[in-house]
């Protein structure tokens, strides 16, 4: 009864259309909600947009320098990691006490080595050892300098050895020619081109001086006729002869003299040992030569036979040998008996 009263009295409400609205509202949210975390799991394409070369270029220069600046921030840090300021300064100073002692403890090793050398100097100054300091570093100087001309000397020494080594080969070279005469002509007292004339008794041969491809060789049998011929073509007027004659060849010498004569030469002669080999050409090209033996004395007053220089090879080890190009040696003034026969025949 009293709640049919209480409702007919009062006014009827409805909440139904409000829990409506709340329902779809939450509703709504929750349905953004979803989308929203469905989109951010969603990549994004970007456009590509069109960028100003002149800006990409500053933006590259920027993030360098932001690469840079990265770097060292993170050296920064590193440092800052190590140990602290306090720690450093705390070592620093430790060093240096440490730095401090070792100068005071070199100072006192100076100071006690200048005493040592002090009271040193002193002791040997009383026992007299600087002066035999003195000898001794003399003594060193001398020996260096002993030590410096020693090297010359042997160097010296080498030079001489090389140069007996080829005067040895060169007296070798010598010794081959032992034995044997070169003649050479004196131009010096006439113009005219000597003729020699080799006389033996096996015939004669006739050279001009250079010329060995022109020597003639007359067998006894045939050397008059054949000697003539040569005179025939030969000019007295530019040419002389000079004979050397051995002992085998004294006759045939008396007559090829006269026949030159008549031909109107001028003529020289001198005598020659048997064996003794004559070249009458210049000397081989050997530094030096023998002393040459003493050559025969010519016929007196015959300039011609004084036109040629004797020169010959000897092996005598003792004798230093001249050179080429020295003064004959001067006849001697005895002679002996074939040498004054020859002047006996000439004169004849």
């Known amino acids: 009864m009293s709640s049919r009263l209480r409702s007919l009295n009062s006014t009827k409400m409805s909440f139904f259309a409000f829990q409506d ?18 989109e951010l799991d969603r990549p994004t394409v970007p456009t590509a947009p069109v960028v100003d070369p002149e800006l990409a270029s500053k933006l590259a220069e920027i993030l360098r320098q932001q690469s840079d600046v990265d770097a060292q921030n993170r050296n920064l840090q590193a440092l800052f990691a190590s140990p602290s300021p306090e720690k450093l300064e705390a070592d620093i100073a430790s060093l240096r006490l440490q730095l401090a002692e070792v100068k005071k403890k070199h100072g006192d090793i100076a100071l006690q080595l200048a005493l040592n050398l002090s009271a040193n100097e002193a002791k040997d100054q009383s026992l007299g050892l600087n002066d035999l300091k003195a000898q001794i570093e003399q003594i060193i100087q001398e020996a260096k300098a002993i030590a410096v001309e ?32 070169w003649l050479i002509p004196d131009k010096s007292a006439t113009t005219k081109e000597p003729i020699l004339a080799v006389i033996s008794g096996n015939g004669a041969k006739v050279e001009r001086f250079d010329h060995p491809e022109q020597g003639k060789d007359f067998n006894e049998s045939s050397a008059r006729r054949e000697f003539a011929s040569y005179l025939e073509a030969s000019n007295p007027l530019n040419q002389y002869i000079v004979f050397l004659i051995k002992p085998s060849g ?7 003299v006269k026949m030159a004569r008549d031909k109107g030469f001028e003529v020289g002669f001198d005598a020659l040992e048997e064996h003794r080999e004559v070249h009458f050409t210049t000397p081989p090209p050997v530094d030096t030569t023998p002393v040459p033996p003493k050559p025969p004395a010519s016929k007196p007053g015959n300039p011609p036979s004084t036109n040629l220089t004797p020169t010959a090879a000897s092996g005598t080890n003792s004798v230093t040998p001249p050179p080429i190009t020295t003064p004959p040696v001067p006849p001697p003034n005895t002679k002996s008996w074939w040498q004054r026969l020859l002047e006996f025949l000439g004169a004849a």
């Open 250 to 256: 004294i006759e045939l010498f008396e007559r090829l």
């Open 150 to 181: 020693e090297a010359k000397i042997r160097g010296e020494m080498a030079r001489l050895e090389q140069k007996v080594s080829n005067l040895q080969a060169k007296l070798l070279k010598l010794r081959e020619n032992e034995g044997q005469l």
């Open 21 to 38: 609205i709340i329902t779809s509202v939450s509703g709504i949210l929750i349905l953004v909600t979803l989308i929203l975390a469905t």
